[in-house]
């Protein structure tokens, strides 16, 4: 679908209009810094793009998050040190995912939470799960503060769920792309984490859409006279076919976000399909 690009699409965009931008990476390499050109990422934050105050630009910085790094960081603040390095060195973290589903992804959310309370940046873009595990990650706030009335699980719990039911504070932006089966996807996604979750949707952006080409309708051997070229044989044919394709496909992703705004009725932000000249 496109999401780290536009993870980093959003970034670049904030961060040109003066925004101080923190992309987090999820657990797993998304590639999000390769495609600023710099080194893998690490919980340690990285400058991926230099601030340009002359341009009023700002700087992009990124990280990654992990539920073990934010329980290791947890308990440091927390002068526990100790029982830090004990739970990695012997793997405890496992067995308490285990008896406590959920907890891994309370982890992470409630770092989450943290740096948007320090302001460590003026946007927090989180390059989150696919939209399976995104459902489970952003329900499982809920599920504990359901499940767990009392304790620091709770509070946190609930210290999540008020992040997350704040349009002023967090919103999710959801990514696909113009075709039938992405489009399902999003519309069952997107009731699924207003209805469950109740969290507040972004724009969608449909990504991959192809840009409209004046002169499609024109026949090839007259628009190669216009242009005083000659054409050799077989190439009008090619173009006539190559146009073809190029308006019914047009056609096709144009039925797609229609339908998906009928089914969605949310601003929609279209990013051209970006042709590589390499094949194979």
Do not use: W
């Amino acid at each position: 679908m496109g999401k780290t690009t536009v993870s980093a699409a959003l970034a670049r965009a904030a961060a040109r209009c003066g925004l101080t931008t923190l992309i987090v990476e999820m657990e797993g390499k998304s590639g999000v810094a390769a495609m600023f050109g710099r080194d893998d990422l690490t919980y340690d934050e990285a400058v991926l793009a230099d601030a340009d105050p002359d341009q009023g630009i700002a700087e992009v910085r990124a990280r990654t998050l992990t539920p073990d790094e934010a329980l290791v960081e947890y308990l440091e603040g927390a002068d526990m040190n100790r029982i830090s390095k004990r739970l990695m060195s012997t793997g405890a973290l496992d067995v308490v995912a285990t008896a406590i589903p959920g907890i891994r992804d309370l982890l992470v959310l409630g770092k989450v939470k943290q740096m948007e309370r320090d302001d460590v940046a003026d946007l927090l873009v989180l390059d989150a799960p696919a939209a399976g595990h995104a459902i489970t990650f952003l329900q499982s706030a809920r599920g504990l503060a359901d499940a767990v009335r009392l304790g620091p699980i709770h509070s946190q719990a609930r210290d999540v769920l008020d992040l997350l039911g704040d349009p002023e504070r967090c919103q999710v932006m959801l990514v696909t792309l113009p075709e039938e089966t992405p489009v399902n996807e999003l519309v069952e996604t997107a009731f699924q984490l207003e209805d469950h979750v109740g969290i507040s949707l972004a724009p969608v952006v449909v990504n991959g859409c192809y840009p409209a080409l004046a002169g499609l309708q024109r026949d090839p051997d007259e628009a190669a006279a216009a242009a005083g070229a000659t054409l050799r044989p077989g190439e009008s044919e090619a173009l006539a076919a190559a146009a073809e394709f190029r308006r019914e496909r047009m056609a096709l992703q144009h039925e797609q976000t229609e339908r998906l705004a009928q089914a969605l009725p949310l601003p929609q932000l279209a990013l051209p399909y970006l042709f590589d000249a390499e094949l194979g």
